[in-house]
């Protein structure tokens, strides 16, 4: 399990912030069932859904701005979980983009490319892995969304989520697998034990669309996120 527990430059959890964090959490002084349920409530709801500037973004840069999607808080969590001593490594997958219908304009959505990189992180304990998704969609964000569609029960795809329930997606962390986006994966990517080498192998935008995207479509999508995190 050693190598699912060092530090790298995105997974930086010796940064005084974390370790701050640390000294005020207190994960370290519990049990690892009951750190690791903690540590993933506050990666999905302090650390609030919405796009961020870069999938290489470090552990302690999410942190700071306290937002992020799939890729930038699976790095939060995996640092905070090494840093406690519990392993984990990451899944990439291949995910449709048709799951953000809704939270980014049509305009934008036609703009995108129809796939993107995606990842969960997987979590060793009690002697087996489980796979982890459900802490991109903060809580107060899905309320809104579960009351927006409150009279829709089965399967649900747009505003970032794809499930087989939207009124019980099984995010919630309870011992077992959690998923929020699982519905929209096409393909696995493979596992890695560290985020940087999956970004350094696979990226979702360059050139020209990457820089529209850094310095002004996320800001579009993000100040929609907030509104409708608001509206509940």
Not at 207 to 230: D, M, T
């Given at each position: 399990m050693k190598e699912y527990l060092a530090p790298t430059p995105l997974l930086n959890f010796a940064h005084p912030a974390i370790q701050k964090l640390l000294k005020t959490q207190q994960w370290q002084y519990l049990n690892s069932l009951d750190a690791l349920k903690s540590i993933y409530d506050f990666v999905k709801d302090e650390i609030k859904f919405g796009y961020s500037s870069d999938d290489t973004l470090s552990a302690s840069h999410v942190l700071k701005v306290g937002y992020g999607q799939c890729n930038t808080k699976g790095t939060l969590l995996m640092a905070l979980l090494r840093a406690v001593g519990i392993p984990c490594r990451l899944q990439g997958f291949v995910i449709s983009n048709d799951l953000k219908q809704g939270v980014m304009p049509s305009w934008i959505l036609s703009l995108a490319p129809k796939t993107i990189i995606h990842s969960w992180v997987e979590v060793y304990i009690n002697e087996h892995w489980l796979e982890l998704e459900g802490y991109i969609i903060d809580n107060a964000y899905l309320k809104a969304i579960q009351q927006r569609f409150k009279n829709h029960h089965g399967p649900f795809k747009g505003f970032g989520i794809a499930t087989p329930c939207l009124q019980k997606p099984g995010n919630e962390f309870v011992g077992s697998h959690t998923y929020i986006q699982r519905d929209s994966i096409i393909k696995s990517l493979g596992l890695f034990t560290i985020p940087d080498s999956f970004y350094h192998r696979f990226s979702n935008l360059t050139?020209?669309?990457?820089?529209?995207?850094?310095?002004?479509?996320?800001?579009?999508?993000?100040?929609?996120?907030?509104?409708?995190?608001?509206s509940l």
């Open positions: 050139g020209i669309k990457k820089w529209l995207y850094q310095h002004w479509l996320r800001h579009i999508i993000n100040r929609r996120i907030k509104k409708i995190r608001a």
